[in-house]
């Protein structure tokens, strides 16, 4: 994946998801701290009051980053028609939530697949997405091309919105929340999925790095793709939903898989090895929740 030309300014703020100034490193990120040297190198670390994971200074980038990143490279991990059956089942459960259909946003919707599925189980369903050349425009699928935080779908009434690999995606996701509690309709949900920042394979990686030499985390990735600014535990995602006005129906760990290209060989038996252990334990590189709007 061609790495985007983008130029980053550091803002020193508070943890985005409690505003404590707590924080325990966790190594760099980025740049010499990056085994392809993508990006460029900033400090990752750990509220010590919510146990979210943020960057710190936060690099801000001067534009869209995701801009220059060509679709079929961004998304290579993704199968179409398993998004879109992806999109089905998480409508029909929402509907087994709700006790019946109804209308559907979804926030950073890329090329739309859920979007279908979830007009083919027969609801309502509208999208948003801020990178044009992402969006397949799908027959009779409304997509507003617009950024998150000044869109207009936020304005209106939903009875369920998806935030599907997203929140980890955004400087401010609490604001994000706060707008998602707004635009639902009373008893509405929200479907969230996000990488576990304190899955079992952290602090192996960690480890792992340690005796290589280097003091470098595995959490996030803030100045290269995928952009993963934000990082979630279950912990600090139950409070973080709270603060918004929500209250947690689902929250659970699931296994995912480590994107192909990301390790090889010995590393990628071991990862393996390592992901099963965690499920087991509870401890998945993933976290998938439903909440319901206050």
Not at 127 to 141: F, K, L, N, S
Not at 159 to 172: G, N, P, S, T
Not at 210 to 237: A, D, E, I, M, Y
């Amino acid at each position: 994946m061609r790495e985007p030309e983008i130029t980053w300014r550091p803002v020193w703020e508070a943890c985005p998801l409690c505003d404590s100034e707590r924080r325990v490193p966790l190594g760099g990120r980025g740049g010499v701290a990056h085994r392809l040297g993508l990006g460029v190198e900033t400090c990752v670390v750990r509220c010590g009051e919510c146990h979210g994971v943020y960057q710190w200074p936060v690099l801000l980038p001067d534009g869209n980053p995701y801009g220059e990143v060509v679709a079929d490279e961004y998304f290579a991990q993704h199968d179409y028609e398993q998004r879109i059956e992806h999109g089905r089942r998480l409508a029909q459960q929402a509907e087994r939530f709700l006790g019946r259909k109804g209308r559907l946003l979804e926030l950073g919707c890329g090329r739309g697949e859920l979007l279908v599925g979830a007009s083919l189980a027969g609801w309502s369903a509208r999208g948003v997405e801020m990178t044009e050349a992402y969006v397949r425009q799908a027959p009779g699928i409304e997509i507003e091309i617009a950024p998150l935080e000044t869109c207009r779908s936020l304005e209106q009434s939903y009875d369920v919105v998806l935030l599907a690999a997203i929140l980890e995606h955004l400087y401010d996701p609490l604001s994000c929340l706060r707008r998602c509690a707004a635009a639902l309709a009373p008893g509405g949900l929200v479907f969230i999925d996000v990488p576990n920042e304190c899955g079992i394979w952290v602090p192996l990686g960690r480890l792992y790095n340690r005796l290589r030499g280097r003091h470098w985390s595995v959490n996030l990735s803030p100045t290269f793709p995928p952009f993963h600014v934000v990082g979630f535990c279950p912990r600090s995602l139950r409070r973080a939903l709270e603060r918004a006005g929500f209250d947690t129906l689902l929250c659970r760990t699931e296994r995912w898989q480590l994107p192909a290209g990301r390790v090889s060989g010995v590393e990628r038996l071991l990862s393996s090895a390592i992901l099963s252990v965690g499920q087991a334990l509870g401890s998945g590189m993933g976290i998938t929740c439903w909440a319901r709007a206050r």
